[in-house]
């Protein structure tokens, strides 16, 4: 089945979400001037993008926030190819963060200068799919595809946005070369928040306090986040999600997969991708 074109529209091969961007804008991306000190932070939907989204504003804006102490996440650290409201990126305060599905391919020329700070997050494919199924029932701007099976075919042939799941990740870790980039596992963060929490520090340059690390860990912690108005996206607004159908932050724990894919389903899935997947440097970690 094909996606409607009510919701998505391809640009070079990729989709987006047609309700929140136009091919005008997203063709203009690849012109976007970058500041050597921008921090980019890319992933294929579903993969930990809003959690480490709150680490890095938690990283970088905490404890100097100056009265910004109610700014949202979503607000602090933009979404580049869905530019909601008025706000022009050439005056966010520095260092500008900005969060994207775009595939390597799409991305603004000028990422290239091997500067940038750009994190790459990944998540195993199959959790991946499940968040993404109850996720396209939540968003309003999303097709919903309600039986399961549908939407794991829909997922394979990369018919949603943002494309194949393999294709992306695959294209980011084939072109690392070409960027400054950091590669991180949704699973290695469950497993141990604090370690990834100091990778991040590292790699942007930042050194914290212990008590700052603290802070950081505590405050990103999926409970905590949960409840924190600024990082869930509970105050996007009622056209854009179904309140009462679920929540940006659903269960956020590896392994879920197992609770909605049937034996059959899962060995159709690992055939599709197996092979496709003994190419990529990474191995997924299904279960903790
Ligand atoms: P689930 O639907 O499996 O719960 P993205 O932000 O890229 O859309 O990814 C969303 C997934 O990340 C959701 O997965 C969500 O619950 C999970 N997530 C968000 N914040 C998290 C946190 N603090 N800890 C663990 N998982 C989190």
Known sequence: MEPSKEYLFKYKGFYFAAKNTSLEYVASLEDFEIKDSD???????????????????????????NGTENVATMDRIPWLEYKTGDVDYADLPLPRVFATHLP???????????????????????????????????????????????????????????????????????????????????????KDLRSAVLKICNFLGRKLSEEELDSVVRQAAFENMRKDPRANYENLPDDMVAKDKGSFLRKGTVGDWKNIMTVAQSERFDKVLKEKMKTLPIKFIWDL
Not at 39 to 47: D, R
Not at 114 to 119: D, E, F, V
Not at 120 to 147: A, C, G, Q, W
Request: proline content about 4%.
């Open 39 to 65: 921090i980019f932070l890319a992933t294929y939907p579903k993969s930990g993008t809003v959690w480490t989204q709150n680490i890095l504003s938690l990283i970088i804006h905490e404890g100097h926030r």
């Open 104 to 190: 390597y391919y799409l991305v603004p020329r000028d990422l290239r200068n091997k500067r940038t700070c750009i994190i790459y997050v990944t998540r195993n494919p199959k959790d991946v799919m499940v968040s993404y199924y109850h996720f396209s029932k939540y968003i309003s701007t999303l097709e919903e595809v309600p039986d399961f099976n549908d939407f794991m075919e829909r997922f394979l042939a990369g018919k949603v946005l943002a494309s194949s799941w393999l294709d992306h990740v695959e294209g980011w870790y084939s072109h690392a070369e070409d960027f400054n980039i950091l590669f991180l596992t949704y699973e290695e963060m469950k």
